[in-house]
């Protein structure tokens, strides 16, 4: 018996496997290469081209500090499509047009994602379901009026973007920063560090980094404003798979994301998610996770104020021509003081063209559940066969009598 069950499982082991990669795989590998401030020379990154070329297509993101940080997803059927800059028009007060794609007509799906404002609170006496409404809040910190730093890192294909507030009269940016971080991927794989998102080749990862931004409360907490920019027709829609397993993020069982719906005769959709959880430390571990909670997705008479890359691009009056929607992401609450302690905090996000990554059981939870599925299935054939076994040998006993 033992032995069957033992057989078992390194069976339903290379089962899970194969599902798990299934799960992986989706959106063939991508050549990425970044690019900072196309077309302009000798200044400071303030604008990242990532060109990730398929075998019959290219998906271009664009992110840029200028204004509040902005990333520009674009999809073209087009392996050699071009990504454009007009300087001194994204530089004036009007900048629509400056940013473009060539061949024109090439791009058959576009969106923008916006990181407008980080809101702080007091916290003391927020309850465990607390997210941020109902609370003290400090004056929120627009992005926009943050100056921007840019690095690059070609081969391990990341960028960071690192913005102290412009005038900082209260010093919570004297010794702090917030930071956007962010990496492209030329294959599907899973991150390395929690909060371990799967991703594929269509997709970038972002990780918003508050680092010693001294809070201006014994009880701060901090909530996260992002807006995004769809074509008119198309909605965003919120939604959360929850799992059982926890075996990647220990403790998150939850999976929140912003899709696309497509309408009609439209071509690509694309998807946000996050795992509702952020780190409290560089070293990201289950002892220091901070549990994220958001609010409704809220899409009425939504305006997004300029300058930014979302306006160079699809236009000034771009509420006017496009669907906007907004979420807040709040960070901590029930787990007590974790930015207090170490006055950091990360929390990531993936951005990607097409159907979000779906992960599914791991295999140490398919191999427990086939050991808990396995062994009444063991323990009911030893039982059939020890029945037969002891009638046939009754039979036998009885054999002589006759
Ligand atoms: C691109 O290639 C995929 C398969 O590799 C195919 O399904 C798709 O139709 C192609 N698209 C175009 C526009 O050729
Ligand atoms: C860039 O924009 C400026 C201002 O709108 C315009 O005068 C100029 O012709 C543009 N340059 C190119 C190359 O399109
Ligand atoms: C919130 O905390 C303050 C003191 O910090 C206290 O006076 C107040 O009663 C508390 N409110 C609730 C609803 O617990
Ligand atoms: C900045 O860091 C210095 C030295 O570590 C410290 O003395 C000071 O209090 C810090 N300032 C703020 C506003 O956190
Ligand atoms: C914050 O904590 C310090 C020391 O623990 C205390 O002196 C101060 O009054 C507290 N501030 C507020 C606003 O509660
Ligand atoms: C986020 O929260 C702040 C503070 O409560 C609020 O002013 C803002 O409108 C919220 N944004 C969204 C999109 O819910």
């Excluded at 990504?83 to 791009?107: E, F, M, Q, R, Y």
Aim: glycine letters at 8%; a negative charge.
């Amino acid at each position: 018996m033992l032995g069957g069950s033992s057989l078992l499982l390194p069976g339903l082991w290379l089962l899970g496997s194969v599902a798990c990669l299934r799960g992986a795989a989706g959106g063939d590998g991508r050549k990425v290469t970044l690019e900072y401030n196309p077309g302009r020379n000798g200044s400071s990154l303030s604008l990242l081209h990532v060109r990730a070329v398929g075998r019959n297509d290219t998906l271009h993101y664009v992110w840029s500090s200028i204004g509040a940080p902005t990333v520009l997803l674009l999809y073209t059927q087009n392996e050699s499509s071009t990504l454009h800059v007009n300087w001194t028009k994204l530089n004036s007060t009007s900048p629509a047009g400056a940013i473009w794609v060539d061949p024109p007509g090439s791009v058959v799906y576009s969106t923008a994602v916006v990181f407008t404002k980080v809101f702080e609170y007091n916290g003391a006496n927020a309850s465990a379901l607390s997210t941020g409404q109902g609370e003290t809040f400090y004056p929120p910190y627009d992005l926009a009026d943050f100056s921007w730093n840019g690095s690059l890192n070609q081969t391990a294909l990341t960028a960071k973007f690192q913005g102290v507030k412009t005038s900082d009269p209260g010093g919570a940016f004297r010794n702090g920063t917030i930071s956007f971080q962010v990496t492209a991927y030329e294959q599907s794989s899973r991150d390395s560090p929690l909060p371990r998102l799967l991703h594929t080749a269509n997709s970038s990862k972002v990780e918003f980094i508050m680092d010693r931004v001294a809070p201006r409360g014994n009880s701060s907490r901090f909530l996260l404003e992002v807006v995004t920019v769809e074509e008119r027709g198309r909605h965003k829609r919120l939604n959360s798979v929850q799992s059982i397993d926890d075996e990647y993020t220990p403790t998150i069982f939850e999976m929140a994301q912003l899709v696309s719906e497509p309408h009609n005769d439209s071509i690509g959709s694309s998807f946000f998610q996050w795992k509702t959880t952020a780190y409290g430390s560089r070293d990201a571990s289950r002892e220091n996770a901070i549990h994220c909670h958001y609010q409704p997705l809220q899409t009425a008479n939504r305006t997004l104020a300029g300058p930014s890359i979302a306006h160079a691009y699809f236009g000034e009056a771009l509420e006017h021509s496009h669907s906007i929607a907004a979420i807040n992401i709040s960070f901590g609450g029930e787990d007590g003081e974790v930015y207090m302690e170490k006055g950091y905090l990360s929390w990531s996000a993936l951005l990607g063209f097409g159907t979000p990554p779906e992960d599914t059981f791991s295999p140490l939870v398919i191999a427990i559940m086939a050991v808990a599925l396995g062994t009444p299935v063991v323990l009911l054939l030893a039982g059939v066969l020890v029945l037969l076994f002891t009638r046939r040998k009754r039979y036998s006993e009885y054999e002589p009598i006759n």
